[in-house]
């Protein structure tokens, strides 16, 4: 069997293409000229140079292929490119990476792309399956949790925008990857659509918490109101001043984003990692390295 990827390179892809060359199949991945493929098996992927701009070469390399893992993220335009390019090729089976963020209550440009995305996917003849994490974390790799790991190395005192009492619920890289293989094998996945996250919801002093016990570090907070926060940020980007914080993460950091898995536990026995056990997997290499 022979599958293609999209998004083989970043974070997520990375851990399941090695999962897909155990399991037996022909992996063939998109690249781009900047991408590294230095973080996969090179010489055992059939590698294709172009992206999801170019309509005729993406089916050009989908050629061949019986199914499609599309990892890259939906959040930039393309998923019309590529379903056409899947169906013209010939693939059937498909499964694509969307997120949680479609239920956020701010109304970004972001969200708007991704739920065209999804009706676009349901829409078409594919036989798809959306899994729809919510923020994947796991290792030095992931741009949230580790330079939250980072911070409190550093630093014993971090800022909290708001109260630091709305839920999240995390999910380690490697629940995902298992859960894209897991839906290729499960027929019954056809057509549906599935959260994906971790094992359960905790708070955001829950997570600085569980980060601090790990690496023996005594954190103080500094709570600070979130609606003031947000008016300053919001001036600094109007001003075009660089910061490295914006007003809409801010704002994301302050609404629930806590998800029931139940569906996919029952569909194809989706089986997250708690918190701890995921982030402890991803402190302790740093930890080793500086000590």
């Not at 999910?171 to 019954?188: R, T």
């Not at 402890?280 to 000590?291: A, D, H, T």
């Amino acid at each position: 069997m022979k599958v293609f990827v999209t998004g083989a390179t970043g974070f997520t892809g990375s851990r399941t293409v090695p999962l897909l060359l155990e399991r037996g199949w022909e992996v063939h991945c998109l690249y781009r000229e900047s991408s590294d493929r230095s973080v996969l098996p090179h010489t055992e992927i059939r590698w294709h140079l172009g992206n999801l701009e170019n309509q005729e070469k993406l089916t050009e390399a989908m050629q061949g292929c019986d199914s499609l893992v599309n990892i890259a993220s939906l959040g930039f335009g393309h998923a019309e490119n590529i379903i056409k390019s899947a169906q013209v090729a010939g693939i059937q089976r498909a499964i694509f990476i969307s997120t949680t963020a479609i239920f956020t209550k701010l109304n970004s440009q972001s969200k708007r792309t991704r739920l065209a995305a999804e009706r676009a996917i349901q829409n078409s003849d594919l036989n798809y399956t959306i899994l729809r994490p919510t923020m994947i974390y796991g290792s030095q790799r992931d741009r949230n949790m580790f330079r939250l790991i980072r911070l409190l190395r550093r630093i014993p005192l971090i800022p909290i925008f708001g109260k630091g009492n709305y839920l999240q619920q995390p999910v380690f890289v490697d629940d995902v990857a298992n859960a894209i293989l897991q839906c290729l094998d499960q027929p019954k996945t056809i057509g549906k659509s599935y959260n994906i996250a971790g094992k359960k919801a905790l708070t955001y002093n829950e997570v600085i918490d569980s980060i601090a016990t790990i690496m023996d570090r005594k954190i103080y907070k500094l709570y600070l109101p979130d609606k003031i926060v947000v008016k300053f940020l919001r001036l600094l980007e109007k001003m075009k001043i660089p910061f490295p914080i914006k007003a809409e993460q801010v704002k994301r950091l302050n609404e629930n984003k806590d998800f029931s898995y139940e569906e996919a536990s029952i569909d194809f026995n989706y089986q997250p990692r708690s918190f701890d056990e995921g982030i402890r997997i991803e402190i302790e290499p740093i930890l080793s390295k500086n000590s």
